[in-house]
């Protein structure tokens, strides 16, 4: 097992103050009302655990939050199997508690196998997706299509739509697919569904104080990942708007 990031002063994050709610909300309810001896982040995707009464369950996709299960005085974080949704979590904890004035060196991260992060896809409902050539996964969906009727019995809901004459199935999660887990997405969708566009709408930081955050759009054609360069074809490379935001995007386990 081990340490995951904290941060102790809410000054040296980007968020400051937002820094406070930003984590509340996101916190099981055992974490806000209990104090525990150890506390173990690690990736099972376990719906029958102890779900947080804090989760947004009115929303379509993105609501499902880790469960927990307590074992004599250790609280045992359950997250959707992905290395960096787990590293993710375990900091949101740790700096949770950090901030609040409590305990946070007795929080583990247990990161899960690379087996582990691909029974999560492969155990998932989207094998049963029948996804057009061109899928669009992300946020904000329900936003882009004025439709309730998706399908699907799992994490996964999808429904097909045509846009400027091109079938598109744009398919949503219930649960984060934060990091890694989206990888594994995207290459099942590649080589066991055959897609071939993905289209990934999210939500982004920049370090650059002159934008506005929700002002405007960003894109690019290449992410610094693992230490390198990686680049794809973009679709919106062309696209001309005072708009939209061009740069490099950079991924890491938590921000």
């Keep these: 097992m081990i340490k995951p990031y904290v941060i102790k002063d809410v000054f040296t994050h980007t968020m400051e103050d937002n820094l406070y709610k930003y984590l509340e909300i996101k916190m099981h ?7 525990f001896k150890k506390i ?10 102890i779900i947080s009464k804090y989760e947004k369950g009115n929303k379509k996709f993105n609501w499902q939050r880790p469960t927990a299960e307590i074992k004599q005085d250790t ?3 359950k ?9 993710h979590y375990g900091s949101l904890i740790t700096t949770y508690l950090a901030i609040n004035n409590r305990n946070f060196e007795n929080v583990f991260c247990k990161v899960p196998t690379q087996k582990e992060c691909d029974k999560l896809i492969e155990e998932s409902n989207l094998h049963e997706i029948n996804p057009r050539e061109n899928v669009i996964i992300g946020y904000g969906l329900e936003a882009l299509v004025d439709n309730s009727n998706w399908i699907g019995a799992g994490s996964f809901l999808s429904i ?3 846009v400027s004459n091109k079938n ?12 890694d887990i989206s990888n594994r997405v995207v290459k099942f969708l590649a080589d066991q569904l055959k897609v071939k566009k993905v289209i990934y709408v999210g939500k982004v930081g920049v370090m650059d104080k002159n934008i506005v955050p929700n002002r405007y759009l ?7 990942i693992e230490g390198e360069f990686i680049e794809w074809d973009n679709v919106f490379e062309k696209l001309s ?3 939209v935001k061009k740069g490099v995007h950079y991924t890491s386990p938590s921000i």
Excluded: Q
């Excluded at 309810?29 to 209990?34: E, G, L, W």
């Excluded at 997250?79 to 590293?87: I, K, N």
């Design 29 to 35: 309810h055992y974490i806000r009302d209990k104090d």
């Design 40 to 49: 173990v982040v690690f990736g099972e995707y376990d719906r029958g655990a």
């Design 75 to 77: 609280l045992l974080i």
């Design 79 to 87: 997250c959707p199997s992905g290395m960096d949704y787990v590293m």
């Design 160 to 162: 097909d739509e045509n």
């Design 168 to 179: 598109i199935t744009f398919l949503g999660c219930k649960h984060s697919i934060w990091g």
């Design 218 to 224: 960003a894109t690019g054609n290449s992410s610094y």
């Design 241 to 243: 708007d005072g708009i």
